[in-house]
């Protein structure tokens, strides 16, 4: 017992959850959203992907059991101690950072739900929208929302492709955002 949670064990465990966000934060971080699709390369565009790939993820291991839904909250804890460590690199100090951590907590779960929502009912163009007015609310229009929507759904496809077990052992392959606007 005391071997579980001190020894081998726990470390595999942190491996694989590290692995996970790793890729997770890998694919939010592909060049292609920033370069070619318009995403804003700012502190809240890169939350806004962040967010989205976490989305993904966490959707991807919904409904499941035992480890898979361990590794999801524990991943989710992850991001959101990454986020409160980006905070107070960003120089907010410590009376501010939990204000932000909570209003940026309400917009990820928001932002999570109309994700789903738009994804449980096959709505490219809800999905697009949801994805327009969270990363670009300063335009009226965006040229490159139905590529990201394209991606997300694409990105829906292949996770639940891949095995739990594949998943649960530290590997979750996302696609790769295709340049071009």
Known sequence: MFQRFFGRERHANRAITDALYAQIVAAA???VFYSHWNVP?????????????MFLFQHRLRG??????????????EFFLDVDHSLRELGIGDVGVPKRMKKLA????????????ALDRNDRDGLAAAL???VRPDTGTWPEGPQLADYVADACRQLAAQPSESIVSGTAVFPLAKGGA
């Open 41 to 53: 390369d700012t502190p809240l565009g890169r939350f806004e992907m962040l967010s989205l790939h």
């Open 64 to 77: 499941e059991d035992g480890v898979a839904q361990e590794i999801a909250q524990v991943l989710i804890d």
């Open 29 to 31: 971080r592909q060049t």
């Open 106 to 117: 309400k917009m990820f779960y928001g932002r999570t739900a109309a994700y789903d929502d």
């Open 132 to 134: 327009a007015r969270n």
